[in-house]
């Protein structure tokens, strides 16, 4: 999953989630829609690099 910015909107490629991030200055609520965006994104990298360390008998707790 790739995160994409295009005229001030965030949103996962290939989707059409957008967040427009420059409604209010004041308004943090967006921070939620960024941070869940970045924890998904995470996780799938995660289990990339798990399931590949697996595959490849790497001990990842050295």
Known sequence: MA???DNGNIYIKNSS???NIHKDDDDYR????????ATEAYNVTY???KNAA???NIDLCI
């Open 17 to 19: 989630k957008r967040i």
């Open 3 to 5: 995160l994409h910015r």
């Open 30 to 37: 967006v921070l939620v829609h960024l941070m869940r965006l």
């Open 47 to 49: 289990e990339k690099f």
């Open 54 to 56: 697996k595959e490849n």
